[in-house]
């Protein structure tokens, strides 16, 4: 936009700021052309602040005629380019259907589709599917924790660690929510061997981490590190059940959504098809 067109801009609006200002905001007075199209003070409603800041209006307004400008000729020079075939009528319900069928298909997800997986559907799949989930790298159910040095109490937490059950697992918990830098402590969980190592000094990366038999406790200038390895499962065998947990469950999810949509389709056919809502001509 040319200076001089900013500047006779900039002049309307400090008028219509301290002015009559909802008087001139009624008016069609234009504040930008581009090619055919004009951007008036009307299409701007609700969009500036307080009247009773007049220089904050004049900064804004300034601003949105600069971003229409550009957007304008943009738009001028895609039309100009975008083949003069381009059916837009046929992409505007094209894209109303998509968006027309996306939200029903929602519709029918909140209200009949039950979302509950229980364990036994869980372990049927599983079973059913394993051999589709080959591992690539070995995977470790592990307990690690990574605190700080100086912090206080750390005889205790030897302590906990040394005599593992429930309740000193409860209180490693809330040691490490309020000293921990990392910690991983639920029994069930499953990791890739880097998501632990990354945490792990050099000198303890020289060590077999790995191993079922892995029980460390060291410490580094700055931090005491505590590694318990209690099961493994090598490369090219079947994962566990919790490591792909989730995956399992969305894919679930994604079944029952699938089937769920093809019996409204089903249903609505049966029920429609004998009767004058649906025609269907012989060729």
């Known amino acids: 936009m040319k200076p001089y067109h900013l500047g006779i801009i900039s002049f309307f609006v400090w008028f219509s700021c301290t002015s009559d200002f909802n008087d001139q905001k009624s008016s069609k007075t234009p504040l930008a052309t581009v090619y055919n199209k004009s951007l008036y003070l009307d299409d701007l409603e609700g969009m500036l602040p307080s009247e009773d800041k007049p220089a904050d209006s004049l900064l804004m307004l300034n601003s949105i005629v600069e971003r229409?400008?550009?957007?304008?000729?943009?738009m001028h020079e895609a039309e100009k380019k975008i083949s003069q075939n381009l059916d837009l009528d046929k992409l505007v319900r094209d894209y109303r259907s998509t968006l027309v069928l996306h939200n029903y298909e929602k519709l029918l997800i909140e209200t009949k589709m039950d979302t509950l997986i229980s364990n036994v559907e869980l372990q049927r799949f599983y079973e059913q599917n394993q051999?589709?989930?080959?591992?690539?790298?070995?995977?470790?159910?592990?307990?690690?924790?990574?605190?700080?040095?100086?912090?206080?109490g750390l005889a205790?937490?030897?302590?906990?660690?040394?005599?593992?059950?429930?309740?000193?697992?409860?209180?490693?918990?809330?040691?490490?929510?309020?000293?921990?830098e990392v910690y991983m402590l639920n029994e069930d969980n499953w990791y890739e061997i880097e998501k632990i190592s990354r945490h792990l000094p050099d000198s303890l990366n020289n060590f077999n981490i790995s191993s079922e038999n892995t029980n460390i406790i060291r410490q580094d200038?700055?931090?005491?590190?505590?590694?318990?390895?209690?099961?493994?499962?090598?490369?090219?065998?079947?994962?566990?059940?919790?490591?792909?947990?989730?995956?399992?469950?969305?894919?679930?999810?994604?079944?029952?959504?699938?089937?769920?949509?093809?019996?409204?389709?089903?249903?609505?056919?049966?029920?429609?098809?004998?009767?004058s809502n649906v025609k269907i001509y012989s060729k």
Not at 144 to 152: G, H, L, V, Y
Not at 156 to 180: F, M
């Open 156 to 180: 205790k937490v030897d302590g906990w660690w040394q005599n593992w059950n429930k309740e000193n697992a409860l209180k490693l918990i809330e040691y490490n929510d309020k000293n921990g």
């Open 221 to 275: 200038a700055l931090y005491k590190y505590y590694l318990r390895v209690l099961e493994k499962v090598e490369d090219n065998q079947p994962p566990p059940l919790n490591y792909i947990e989730e995956k399992a469950k969305k894919l679930i999810l994604q079944k029952r959504k699938n089937n769920l949509i093809e019996k409204e389709k089903n249903d609505l056919y049966q029920k429609n098809k004998n009767n």
């Open 68 to 74: 229409w400008v550009r957007e304008a000729l943009l």
């Open 131 to 152: 051999g589709f989930y080959q591992l690539k790298e070995p995977v470790i159910r592990a307990l690690f924790m990574k605190i700080p040095k100086e912090s206080i």
